[in-house]
């Protein structure tokens, strides 16, 4: 069975006397190892889509069965539970809190998991070890680059072990250079067997995938494909290619700039 | 989430923000301050006035023209009433739970001078030689008023430590001469101290013969006018002190003939009728203090509420990045109200610090006795910790109910 499989999501959003679908019908699947980026222009749709993947919010109709299980059917308490145990949230502006340190920041999902102190205490330096950032655990965030704040995050994202980890637009508030190492340990993660979503307008970022869902008006556009882009740049063995492989030029994927503008908002 | 991490959680929170938070509990620090520093002196003159009223002795009965009591005497038809006489006293005496009896007069004399030094406000109460006993007014040195002394019209007097150190501070006032109206008494004896009450000395008073305060007083004025005299009588035992008052009441109402449908013309007055006549007053003061800490607490709750409100709104980003992460509604809204009870019931704990102290000062440099029992400790704390619950519950629910996705992108 497949980690995700979503099947005529449509979310509706009234506005007035108008409808709109923020989601038109967008079915997807994600197995377990997958490396997906989903893309698209703002207002294509695809926020909601990974807010929906992220148990954050339900479809207003349609199907989404997480790990077999029917998303749309549970309680907040429930989607609460999922989320912390099951979805690792990265976004584009860190997300930190601001008068915590690094360490007690990667903690809070252990804290909501009921997890005891000792465990807390080896699993977080793990996990900071993991990102690089041992000798920043007792920093807060306002002492951190913004590369370090992002590999916090990372780290908080992976404490609770999640069947996935989401990623909105993870290098947007990071200069090129640091936006490259942070997807280079996107690239370690997903190597390690993490299930990675992005969710980026960034065709750069989004190259980094084996696979890109482009995302236009709330549906898939199947036209400009569903394809496993960069798979054969990290042909053979997975993770055989090393660190040094990530960053090597790949073809552009079919143009989804071409499109004309959809109406902004 | 733990317990612990929950308590950690809401501390975090207040370490960022000092001084707003000291500022938020401003309100229930003023309240519990005042609620506990009144209460605490309220308290202190309770355990004084329970300490006067059994000194009065648990087998005491004054018999007077009416009950004593607060603000419902007929002024009018009491002064009206037939007179308490020797007769009656002499009467008592032979009840069977009657052990002894004095009748009373008393009168307040404006100053008593003694060779240029003077004492003013003096009580002058004539009564017979049982009196020592009735009263519970053990004698320091010399003796009490004798039996003769009343049946001779003596003009002796015991006097109290009051007078004592004002007006014999260097010599023994034994067989010294006293100007008392316009006779001369003769000083018998000294009484034991009694103490003050509410700062009025209790000693600040000279026995004279029953017989002799007749003569030399005919005239009844103030209190004593419209009481007259009263006959202070001593049960044989605690237990027989309900049969004395039957057998004083029947006695009375047969020497007046008093037919049965009539009220009693007269009052029979027990240690519990002074004690409920202190407890009227003082439950009306209880009622006010409690208005007034209610009100305090009132502000400083909303106080708690406005800034919860302000912090909700503050945190919004924190709120649905802590839901994203896995923080349920719940998870959201223990946390908030943990902060609001933590803030009012530190705020608790220094009003209660603060009341204590304020109360220590004020029995330090004035007469009034602070005394704090050690519910009032905790009524302080759970009372703030109330508030903090009553006023977090809106501002903790509204963070709660925030949705994750809108509070994501809340800037």
Not at chain 1, 143 to 148: D, K, M, Q
Not at chain 2, 167 to 188: C, H, Q, T, Y
Not at chain 2, 345 to 368: D, E, K, N, R, Y
């Amino acid at each position: 069975m497949s980690l995700i499989e979503a099947r005529g999501l449509y979310k509706t959003y009234e506005l007035g006397s108008n409808k709109l679908n923020a989601l038109d019908g967008v079915s997807l699947t994600i197995e377990k190892g997958e490396y997906i980026a989903i893309m698209g222009p703002s207002g294509s749709g695809k926020s909601t889509l990974m807010h929906i993947i992220g148990c954050l919010d339900t479809p207003t109709s349609g199907q989404y069965l997480f790990k077999e299980r029917d998303i749309t059917s549970l309680s907040d308490q429930e989607l609460a539970r999922l989320r912390n145990a099951e979805i690792g949230f990265v976004f584009q502006s860190f997300n930190l809190l601001a008068r915590l340190s690094a360490f007690r920041n990667v903690e809070m999902p252990m804290m909501y998991a009921g997890r005891s102190r000792a465990e807390r205490e080896r699993k977080v330096s793990a996990a900071l070890e993991r990102v690089g950032l041992t000798g920043r655990r007792n920093n807060k965030p306002n002492e951190l680059s913004g590369g370090e704040m992002q590999r916090v995050a990372i780290a908080r994202a992976l404490i609770n072990d999640p069947a996935i980890i989401l990623a909105d637009e993870p290098t947007g508030n990071l200069d090129s250079r640091t936006g490259v190492e942070i997807m280079k340990l996107f690239d370690d993660l997903s190597r390690q067997g993490n299930t990675m979503i992005l969710v980026t307008h960034d065709a750069g970022v989004a190259r980094h995938a084996r696979r890109i869902v482009h995302m236009v008006d709330g549906r898939v556009d199947e036209a400009a494909g569903s394809r496993p882009i960069a798979t054969e740049l990290l042909a053979g063995p997975l993770g055989d290619t090393g660190p040094s492989a990530s960053p090597a030029p790949a073809p552009r994927p079919p143009t989804p700039d071409l499109r004309p503008p959809t109406t902004g908002h | 989430m733990k317990f612990l991490d929950l308590i950690r959680t809401a501390l975090a929170g207040f370490r960022s923000h000092k001084m707003r938070a000291f500022l938020t509990v401003l309100g229930i620090v003023i309240g519990v301050m005042t609620v506990i520093s009144i209460l605490s002196l309220v308290q202190g003159m309770n355990a004084s006035v329970e300490k006067q009223i059994q000194s009065l002795g648990s087998n005491t009965i004054m018999v007077a023209k009416a009950t004593f009591g607060m603000g419902h005497i007929d002024v009018d038809e009491v002064s009206k009433r037939k007179d308490l006489t020797v007769q009656d006293a002499e009467a008592m005496t032979q009840l069977p739970a009657v052990k002894m009896v004095s009748p009373v007069k008393s009168r307040q004399i404006g100053s008593v001078n003694y060779r240029g030094r003077k004492a003013t406000q003096v009580e002058v109460d004539g009564v017979n030689a049982d009196y020592e006993f009735v009263g519970n007014y053990p004698v320091e040195s010399g003796r009490f008023i004798t039996r003769d002394d009343y049946l001779r019209r003596a003009s002796v007097c015991v006097i109290g430590s009051y007078l004592v150190d004002n007006l014999f501070p260097n010599e023994d006032p034994i067989g010294k001469l006293l100007a008392l109206g316009n006779s001369r008494f003769l000083i018998v004896g000294v009484l034991q101290s009694k103490g003050s009450f509410l700062g009025q000395s209790m000693d600040n008073v000279i026995f004279i013969p029953f017989t002799t305060f007749e003569l030399s007083f005919p005239k009844a004025i103030g209190f004593g006018g419209l009481f007259g005299m009263q006959i202070q009588v001593m049960s044989r035992s605690t237990e027989q002190i309900d049969d004395a008052v039957d057998q004083i009441r029947e006695l009375l109402r047969r020497r007046r003939g008093l037919t049965y449908d009539k009220p009693d013309n007269f009052g029979i007055n027990t240690q519990d009728t002074i004690r409920d006549i202190y407890k009227n007053i003082t439950g009306v003061a209880f009622i006010v203090m409690i208005a007034v800490a209610a009100i305090s607490l009132l502000v400083g709750g909303i106080g708690i509420m406005n800034i919860m409100l302000v912090s909700v709104t503050e945190r919004t980003k924190e709120i649905g990045l802590r839901k994203a992460i896995g923080a349920s509604s719940q998870n959201i809204l223990l946390q908030f109200l943990t902060e609001a009870v933590i803030l009012s019931g530190i705020g608790g704990l220094i009003g209660v610090g603060l009341g204590l102290g304020i109360a220590g000062i004020i029995s330090a440099v004035s007469p009034l006795k602070a005394a704090a029992p050690i519910w009032t400790i905790f009524l302080g704390f759970g009372f703030s910790a109330a508030v903090g619950i009553f006023f977090g519950i809106y501002p903790a629910n509204r963070a709660a109910r925030l949705n994750p996705i809108q509070a994501l992108r809340y800037e």
